[in-house]
């Protein structure tokens, strides 16, 4: 048989992930998964990055604004991207927050109601209240804070960890990305782009078959070892008759992964074994597959199993946290999340990963603290100032980072661009961001491109 055909044949049913399919077209050493050294002794053994998808209003959730809330429906002006030239905007108007600010935890750290349950563990939390971005719309700004690229496809950050560490896990995919809906910038946010293509994130969709295809056609286990077996003779005959074929040689190591998977994957994903107190930290029902409670349990036993950098996005480029004509919709997205959020964090506590688990949570970008008419229900996009905040593994607990000004409409204290939150999280890992580069069409790529410095504000 021929031996391309051959391949279809045999593992056609259970590489049909893209990250794996990605492993076939290996560029690279002839294991770029194995384990790596770190730079320096790292605190982050692996990365959860939860992602707010469409743009989380910071005055509403993280960043108390007194003035705000004084000066509603006072008339500024703006020179903004999102309202510049743009009929029915020629005047702008403060708007009060809709949810209350009140002191939480022993820190004191101020959040709003929005969150309730994640309040209650706002002392474990580093908040940043002075994150800005270089893009106002979705697509680039989503771009920008997965790849630190507002225009062009780079490798995603999940991708640059994985390339940087390796994986402890063969048989499962170094970075794995839970989305239900396609986020804006499509695949490109979980992209290898030119790193080897091992290292591009995997998707898996919460429902009843998260990882499509991956049962495989030969129901006999011995008789498709048989079948891998006679691949891997096929293999080891064309590869001696190459001297050093390190590309040959990486492709067989995605089979094995790929064989691997069958069994580890559903065992991963499989939340039936969970006790019932877990799953009430994350206020999930017994048999829920679909929610982002779901999300956050299966990331948790994922990076339990050595994933290295599990994202999660919430919702994705509809339905999502765009709330342009009534903010109201932030309330009914923020009771999907909050207490899965809040769990998460409690639950790595109880299974006694906290220190080694970095927790990330942003979005692309804030919401205006104007708007057109006094009357306006929404708030547009704001590139100016949002919050993110990070907590677990080298963070300072209840720690808050930078100010915007008292508005809420720009980074005045300590601002922290996408590339200094992008060097910090790659710093948490052991990872330096100035020696983590690729060679690329005659220059030396990293994430934070010629930019960046670590936020050691929120380092404990």
Excluded at 313 to 327: K, L, P, R, V
Excluded at 343 to 360: A, E, N, P, S, T
Aim: charged share 20%.
């Amino acid at each position: 048989m021929h031996r391309r055909r051959f391949l279809h044949s045999t593992l056609g049913g259970s590489l049909l992930m893209s990250g794996l399919v990605g492993e076939l077209l290996a560029d690279g050493t002839t294991d770029p998964l194995a384990p790596k050294k770190p730079h320096f002794p790292g605190k982050a053994k692996s990365v959860i990055f939860l992602f707010m998808s469409g743009g989380v209003s910071h005055v509403d959730s993280f960043d108390p604004k007194p003035k705000l809330t004084t000066d509603h429906g006072k008339q500024v002006v703006f020179d903004h991207p999102e309202t510049k030239n743009r009929p029915g905007y020629e005047k702008l108007f403060l708007k009060r927050p809709d949810w209350k600010f009140a002191p939480r935890g022993k820190s004191g750290i101020e959040t709003s109601d929005l969150f309730p349950h994640l309040a209650k563990q706002i002392d474990d939390i580093a908040l940043i209240r002075s994150m800005h971005t270089s893009h106002s719309n979705h697509y680039n700004a989503t771009l920008g804070m997965h790849t630190g690229s507002f225009t062009f496809a780079r490798p995603s950050i999940g991708a640059w960890a994985s390339h940087g560490l390796g994986t402890e896990n063969r048989n499962l995919p170094s970075f794995l990305v839970l989305a239900p809906q396609m986020p804006y910038a499509g695949t490109q946010v979980w992209a290898s782009d030119f790193l080897p293509g091992e290292h591009q994130g995997t998707r898996v969709v919460p429902g009843t078959e998260p990882v499509a295809n991956l049962k495989p056609r030969v129901n006999a286990t011995g008789l498709q070892k048989l079948e891998l077996d006679a691949l891997h003779e096929f293999n080891e005959a064309h590869r001696v008759t190459r001297a050093d074929d390190s590309f040959l040689a990486a492709r067989i190591k995605s089979f094995e992964t790929a064989f691997g998977m069958q069994s580890a994957m559903p065992d991963a994903l499989d939340l039936s074994k969970e006790p019932d107190d877990a799953l009430a930290l994350y206020g999930l029902k017994r048999g829920d597959t679909s929610s982002f409670a779901w999300q956050c349990l299966a990331a948790r036993r994922l990076v339990q199993r050595g994933v290295r950098f599990v994202e999660l996005i919430h919702t994705g480029s509809s339905g999502n946290w765009d709330s342009h004509g009534n903010m109201a919709d932030h309330g009914r997205l923020a009771q999907q999340v909050d207490q899965p959020m809040a769990g998460l964090i409690q639950d790595l506590k109880r299974v006694g990963l906290f220190d080694d688990v970095l927790v990330v949570w942003t979005t692309e970008f804030g919401r205006t603290p104007f708007n057109n008419t006094v009357a306006n229900a929404g708030r547009e996009h704001h590139n100016w100032a949002f919050s993110s905040w990070l907590a677990g593994a080298g963070v300072k607990r209840g720690a808050v980072h930078g100010a915007t000004d008292e508005h809420g409409m720009r980074a005045v204290e300590k601002p922290v661009h996408i590339h200094d939150f992008h060097a910090t999280i790659l710093h948490l890992m052991g990872l330096d961001h100035t020696k983590l580069t690729h060679r690329h069409a005659g220059r030396d790529y990293r994430l934070t491109d010629v930019h960046g410095d670590v936020v050691k504000g929120v380092l404990a």
